[in-house]
């Protein structure tokens, strides 16, 4: 469940983007989405950057979910660890929008601790 709310998380910041780009720029140009992107500034701009960062995320979290799984870490374990990264990770895109640099830093080093923790899960199984 943790790895499919993850999954979905880049969409859900791509949909505050579109929102917020036709608020911005008075359209959404599905022609050429990325030059169009390059025109958002403020809060659009780091609507948009939250949206590549979750996509970012997802790949780190994802090898590190594979790997536990493969390896045969008890789900009981990675449990804690997945469901912190959860929530680090939607309040990360939520405090990137908002503007909230020092606290989106310390979120994403909680979600990176995460991270690193399945990992070593994996490496001590």
């Known amino acids: 469940m943790c790895l499919l709310i993850v999954a979905i998380l880049p969409y859900v910041f791509t949909g505050a983007g579109a929102y917020l780009r036709i608020k911005q720029l008075g359209s959404l140009d599905n022609q050429q989405p990325r030059v169009q992107a390059f025109e958002l500034r403020g809060t659009g701009a780091r ?3 939250a949206q590549h960062n ?3 995320a997802l790949a780190f979290f994802a ?3 594979v790997v536990t799984h493969l390896v045969g870490v008890d789900p009981a374990k990675t449990a804690l660890p997945s469901i912190i990264f ?3 990770r939607v ?3 939520i405090v990137y929008i908002a503007n909230l640099a020092a606290l989106r830093t310390l979120i ?3 979600g990176t601790g995460c991270v690193l923790h399945l ?3 994996a490496i001590t199984a």
């Open 54 to 56: 979750a996509w970012e």
């Open 47 to 49: 609507a948009y950057a």
């Open 119 to 121: 990992f070593y899960l």
């Open 91 to 93: 309040f990360h895109g």
């Open 86 to 88: 959860v929530v680090a």
């Open 63 to 65: 090898s590190a979910v």
């Open 108 to 110: 994403f080093v909680i």
